[in-house]
Nanobody, 120 residues
């Protein structure tokens, strides 16, 4: 069984920073892409950023220049550094990982979500 455990959310003032972490644990061979998604109240879940195993990144336009995704393959962990936060960044943030098993089958897993609130 694979688990993704997120941490780092909280309440921050506009212009502030937060760093989210997501660690994968369980029995698997490797992890392909990892990413962060978010869902604001009464809105659909949206992609925030993704990173391949090799380190190639992709961001939604609204966070470019403010957020940075990174990963530590040895620790099976993905991070999201969020700077210059805005009230519209308020959402539950979910981590996602495309896990590869020894059978070479793959499966997408989700974390439980961590709340980020940007408010004065």
């Amino acid at each position: 069984q694979v688990q993704l455990v997120e941490s780092g959310g909280g309440l921050v003032q506009p212009g502030g920073s937060l760093r989210l972490s997501c660690a994968a644990s369980g029995s698997f061979a490797s992890i392909n892409a990892m990413g962060w998604y978010r869902q604001a109240p009464e809105k659909q879940r949206e992609l925030v950023a993704t990173i391949t195993r090799g380190g190639s990144t992709n961001y939604v336009d609204s966070v470019k220049g403010r957020f940075t995704i990174s990963r530590d393959n040895a620790k099976n962990t993905v991070y999201l550094q969020m700077n210059s936060l805005k009230p519209e960044d308020t959402a539950v943030y979910y981590c996602n990982a495309n896990v590869i098993f020894r059978s070479l089958s793959t499966y997408n897993y989700w974390g439980q979500g961590t709340q980020v609130t940007v408010s004065s």
